[in-house]
């Protein structure tokens, strides 16, 4: 008896199927205008755009544009590149509009695919970006589908690390845009760096096609975007805590060596307080729970751990006046390998060597809270179903499963699972060989580059011949997945390999026209081509006769989208084809997840060495284990993104300040505000309310005065005159600060006053964001033990997050105001001495411009090339190559 649910589905299909169905009436209205755009001109086609394009900008919705905008960019594709868009890619495109992710399998032309959303959106003229995973795609693809935008009268830019500014800033000024996601997220950090519009490269943030989505937006979302620089010379700091901390007690601390963590005792937070407050480093009345303490307690407790949880000789070792730390597992040095968030210099300060300068994080931003800046989403991949939760929760993302062109002919083995890896691996070979024997081609997957060896050994012995590809061939990845199609070919991968290029079967014949053409120069290209195709056909009917691609999977991954992939590498575009996984108790998966029950089944059946069991129920309980592990995984991702969303809700404040100062003509408003505000709180501070006139603090008042405000008014006449209150002092104030910036206006000039104001604006509010980002990583490493005393550390950061932004525009409103105050023109004597300065440094430049690498005195061992050979020199030192100047002037900057 079928089940309600399964029964509905039968009636009503499911919820994918009910998608797919709701486009068919899209689909059929663009194949109806097929023949009507078939008769276009070439120009036709680009009048078109042009028409489609001035009635979006006139108010017509996308929604009602997209049957002819489909039907434009099929025609241009089949003209530009000889390919003519199926029922299904049109499908995926009309989806990825719709803001979805459409999961396509491999084959099914998912590149073509994005060509059609991303037309359709470029009408509203405000650009596209289709993402890729790497440069090389990023370009192939630019090149590529470049010929269908520029048939439809559209303009294609890609975007690549190191690329100049100005050739950058034209790449995204394209309708549509090609770039990866670290330069689409570094460039956005860079751009809320700038001190003028006219240096920013993106322009807004309108539509995305992310191509491998699930690589993008979950593998690498993993890691923030980070950029960083040096920061300010703390070894005082570092010095005076680490002198402090032999003098604790046993009841200061808690030590746990499992965990590799320390932490302060009540008793050792006020012996800590007192010693603190006698040092001068925490203000008096400043207790160290309180949020402005966050970074002392932070230095604190990496001293601690300095002392308490690192060893010299064991986990470090001192050589050449430099902290070297050791790898547990090989017990190697890590040269230029640094501990992070001070631990390293609190190490240094312990040992009393030259303690090297933090690098200080200037911007950073997670790939979550990047790509949630687009109006409009979507992205593309062969395997996100499993994902799909993640998708719609964080990113607001559905998922659609597209429907293949032609019905999928793979036939996909049940698990095989064997007691022990040898016998696993023995079958693997066995297999290998019968599939080789009869010619046909064979991939192999592995979860690790040593695996892919240790089989790669196994085959050599067996003497079967075979390709490997893994991060150590990872350059000849194209001309090795394009070989992998061929009869009898035997190619073992781990999981980073294949992306962006299919597997052929017969083998690649691009390349092998390429390849035949290079070899024979004097022959006629046609004429090569032409046989070429013929041969091919040949050869790949005959690996479809052997049964297709083989995949074979010695492990399956934490992750059940990663064995879809290594699966979907098979049976492309209703090809022939097979997938198998061997696995065995051994595996990390199977050993952290129930293998011991598994063992003892295994040995009631009373199993022979070399046999395997193979059943459906295997692979319904290591995918509910997968799923387990899936689970887990989101859980971590999403509990560190509730962090990182408090912190970009401030970083969308400040660089949205940053880019209203940036456009704004005249500040001058914005800086009286400010310059007013910091008087009342002067005033607050000096007069507080509801106090008596012989309580008022006029010398205070008076010194604040000129140290804020750069005025010299008589504030102590002031306060002693008779039925004058704190709102006259105030407005007084206020008069002669006006007055006095009203001179400087007329000093400077005020066109240059007002360039001025914009510039220490700017600069102020990126000094006090670099400080507010540190303290917030501060507080992130302290706010964890709050768990102990039963207090949610979420809940205790965004409270005391908030307390240090308030603190923050509080401090930011006091040294803008004090920076314009004491500006002043510099006498003509300062300025000849100024003028001589920028001659010194222009001549330095240019000596050490002049200095070259000299190989006599580099170190032994230096390898330009090779920065591992650099040893760890600090900035100011002489650099190792030998020539002459400081490393950070020389190769330092390279670094």
Not at 192 to 215: K, P, T
Not at 406 to 416: E, Y
Not at 556 to 572: M, P
Not at 580 to 588: I, R, Y
Request: aromatic share 6%.
């Amino acid at each position: 008896m079928l089940g309600f649910g399964t029964l509905t589905k039968k009636v009503f299909g499911t919820p994918n199927d009910r998608k797919i169905k709701a486009t068919r009436p899209i689909v059929e209205k663009i194949n109806a205008l097929e023949p009507e755009f078939e008769k276009l001109t070439d120009e036709g086609i680009k009048d078109k755009t042009e028409e489609l394009a001035t009635r979006a900008m006139g108010g017509e919705s996308l929604d009602d544009l997209l049957p002819e905008a489909f039907a434009n960019c099929r025609e241009a594709a089949r003209r530009a590149l000889g390919l003519r868009a199926f029922d299904v890619q049109l499908m995926g495109g009309i989806f990825l509009h719709q803001g979805n992710i459409a999961e396509m399998k491999t084959g099914e032309g998912k590149t073509l695919v994005a060509t059609f959303p991303a037309y359709l959106n470029t009408l509203t003229g405000e650009g596209v970006h289709i993402v890729t995973v790497n440069d090389y795609l990023a370009k192939r693809d630019a090149e590529w589908m470049g010929n269908v935008y520029e048939a439809l009268g559209l303009t294609t830019g890609v975007v690549y690390p190191m690329q100049p500014e100005d050739e950058k800033r034209a790449a995204y000024a394209c309708d549509v845009t090609y770039a990866t996601n670290n330069e689409l997220g570094f460039d956005y950090l860079r751009d809320n760096m700038r001190s003028e519009l006219s240096q920013m490269c993106q322009r807004g943030h309108n539509f995305a096609v992310v191509d491998e989505v699930d690589s993008i937006l979950i593998d690498e979302a993993r890691t923030p975007l980070i950029i960083s620089g040096p920061a300010e010379d703390r070894s005082d700091l570092y010095v005076t805590i680490d002198k402090l901390i032999p003098g604790l007690e046993e009841e200061h601390y808690k030590i746990d060596e499992k965990s590799k963590t320390a932490s302060f005792t009540d008793e050792g937070n006020e012996w800590l307080e007192q010693q603190l407050h006698a040092h001068g480093l925490l203000p008096e009345g400043q207790s160290l729970y309180d949020p402005e303490s966050t970074t002392i307690v932070h230095h604190v407790n990496q001293g601690l751990r300095a002392h308490k949880l690192f060893t010299k000789d064991k986990d470090y070792i001192v050589r050449n006046n430099e902290v070297v730390l050791i790898d547990e597992f090989t017990g190697r040095m890590m040269a230029g390998r640094r501990l992070s968030e001070g631990l390293h210099q609190a190490i240094e300060a312990k040992e009393e060597v030259q303690i090297q300068p933090e690098n200080v994080t200037m911007a950073q931003v997670t790939f979550q809270n990047y790509f949630r800046l687009y109006d409009n989403l979507s992205g593309m991949t062969g395997t996100a179903v499993t994902e799909a939760e993640e998708f719609s929760e964080i990113y607001g993302l559905g998922v659609v499963e597209v429907p293949t062109n032609q019905p999928i002919s793979r036939i996909d083995d049940d698990d095989a699972v064997y007691r022990t890896a040898k016998e696993k691996f023995e079958a693997v070979v066995e297999t290998i060989k019968e599939a080789s024997e009869k010619g046909q081609p064979i991939l192999v997957g592995t979860t690790s580059i040593e695996k892919s060896e240790f089989l790669s050994d196994m085959l050599t012995k067996a003497k079967l011949k075979h390709n490997v590809l893994n991060a150590r061939h990872h350059e000849q990845e194209a001309q090795i997945i394009a070989d992998a199609g061929k009869l009898g070919a035997v190619t073992i991968a781990t999981n980073m390999a294949g992306r962006g290029t299919d597997i052929k079967l017969g083998g690649n014949v691009d390349f092998k026209i390429m390849e035949a053409i290079a070899a024979d120069p004097e022959g006629d290209p046609e004429e090569i081509r032409a046989k070429i195709e013929t041969e091919h056909k040949e050869w790949e009917q005959k690996v479809k006769d052997a049964g297709g691609l083989f995949v074979l999977a010695t492990e399956r991954h934490e992750s059940r989208r990663i064995d879809n992939q290594l699966r979907g590498r098979s049976g492309r575009q209703g090809d022939p084809g097979r997938s198998s996984f061997f696995l065995s108790l051994e595996d990390d998966l199977m050993r952290i997840f129930g293998s011991e029950r598994l063992d003892k089944v295994l040995s009631t059946l009373g199993m022979k060495e070399g046999e395997a069991i193979v059943h459906p129920w295997v692979n319904k309980s290591l995918e509910r284990a997968q799923a387990k592990v899936e689970g887990r995984n989101f859980d971590i991702r999403k509990q560190l993104l509730k962090f990182d969303d408090v912190m970009n809700e401030q970083r969308k404040v400040v660089f949205k300040q940053r880019l209203d100062i940036m456009k704004a003509e005249d500040l001058s408003e914005t800086v009286q505000d400010m310059r007013n505000q910091v008087i009342d709180d002067l005033v607050d501070h000096h007069i507080p309310p509801k106090t008596y006139a012989d309580q008022w603090d006029g010398e205070g008042l008076y010194a604040a005065a000129i140290e804020n405000l750069g005025v010299d008014v008589p504030v102590i006449d002031w306060v002693h005159e008779e039925g004058v209150d704190d709102e006259e002092i105030i407005e007084r104030l206020e008069k002669a600060a006006d007055e006095a910036m009203a001179k400087k206006a007329v000093e400077f000039g005020p066109e240059n006053l007002r360039s001025i104001e914009k510039q220490v604006l700017l600069q102020t509010i990126d000094a006090k964001w670099r400080e507010h980002l540190l303290t917030l990583e501060h507080l992130r490493s302290v706010v964890s033990f709050r768990g102990y005393a039963q207090r949610d550390p979420l809940n205790e950061y965004k409270s005391e997050a908030f307390q240090l932004f308030e603190s923050m525009l509080d401090g930011l409103r006091t040294d803008v105001t004090q920076l314009l105050g004491q500006l002043r023109m510099p006498t003509e004597e300062e300025q000849a001495a100024l003028i001589a300065q920028q001659e010194a440094m222009q001549q330095a430049a240019a000596a050490a411009t002049a200095a070259q690498p000299n190989p006599e005195n580099a170190r032994d061992g230096f390898d330009e090339n090779d920065p591992e050979t650099w040893g760890n020199p600090g900035r100011n030192e002489q650099c190792p190559c030998g020539s002459g100047r400081k490393f950070k002037h020389c190769h330092g900057r390279l670094v």
